[in-house]
């Protein structure tokens, strides 16, 4: 018995939802997300909710039960609020710069790294240390969060590198640390 899969998800005013079949579009005043749930998944709106139902009780049926239904529901939250990662660059040195919807990012390389901000996602620079990705897919924003932080991981040393603005970096203590 799935605790979250059973939750019924409920639908704001200003959000329209259109289950076909297996594909479901969420439109909101953020955009238009659409999705496609897997066949022993079924989703049914009732006034102003959904209900995620499950064809049977297998056990992959049942772990795709809560996900369908947290997938559906960070569509609705995504078209309404929308999603938000902050990123931090620590180190002498390094800074980001915004060029358009692109990302110019000086990470201690011999040449400065240029971002290009996916469909559907954009950035915001309040300080030369500080990212904001924002979008509305809660996927999209977290691979690219996810992207912009491999060009240059935090080092665990210095602690130079980009970070999540919510990461604890353990730092380690070197050679002299005796």
Same mark, same amino acid.
């Given at each position: 018995?799935?605790?979250?899969?059973?939750?019924?998800? &409920? /639908?704001?005013?200003?959000?329209?939802?259109?289950?076909? =079949?297996?594909?479901?579009?969420?439109? =909101?005043? *953020?955009?238009?997300?659409?999705?496609?749930?897997?066949?022993?998944?079924?989703? /049914?709106?009732?006034?102003?909710?959904?209900? #995620?139902?499950?064809?049977?009780?297998?056990?992959?049926?049942?772990?795709?039960?809560?996900?369908?239904?947290?997938?559906?529901?960070?569509?609705?939250?995504?078209?309404?609020?929308?999603?938000?990662?902050?990123?931090?660059?620590?180190?002498?040195?390094?800074?980001?710069?915004?060029?358009?919807?692109?990302?110019?990012?000086?990470?201690?390389?011999?040449?400065? #790294?240029?971002?290009?901000?996916?469909?559907?996602?954009?950035?915001? #620079?309040?300080?030369?240390?500080?990212?904001?990705? *924002?979008?509305?897919?809660?996927?999209?924003?977290?691979?690219? &969060?996810?992207?912009?932080?491999?060009?240059?991981?935090?080092?665990?040393?210095?602690?130079?590198?980009? *970070?999540?603005?919510?990461? #604890?970096?353990?730092? *380690?203590?070197?050679?002299?640390?005796?």
């Amino acid at each position: 018995m799935s605790r979250i899969g059973n939750k019924p998800i &409920a /639908v704001p005013s200003e959000v329209q939802v259109k289950i076909d =079949g297996q594909n479901i579009t969420v439109t =909101g005043p *953020k955009g238009t997300l659409s999705r496609e749930i897997h066949k022993d998944i079924s989703a /049914v709106i009732e006034e102003n909710t959904i209900k #995620v139902t499950r064809k049977d009780d297998e056990p992959a049926t049942r772990s795709l039960h809560g996900l369908t239904r947290s997938l559906i529901n960070n569509m609705i939250i995504g078209v309404t609020s929308g999603y938000s990662k902050e990123l931090q660059i620590n180190g002498v040195g390094y800074r980001v710069a915004k060029q358009g919807n692109n990302l110019n990012l000086t990470l201690g390389y011999s040449h400065p #790294v240029i971002f290009e901000a996916p469909e559907g996602i954009t950035f915001d #620079v309040p300080n030369p240390n500080t990212i904001i990705v *924002k979008g509305i897919d809660k996927e999209l924003v977290g691979e690219t &969060a996810a992207v912009v932080r491999t060009k240059r991981p935090p080092e665990v040393y210095r602690g130079k590198g980009i *970070k999540y603005a919510d990461e #604890v970096i353990r730092r *380690k203590e070197g050679k002299t640390g005796k």
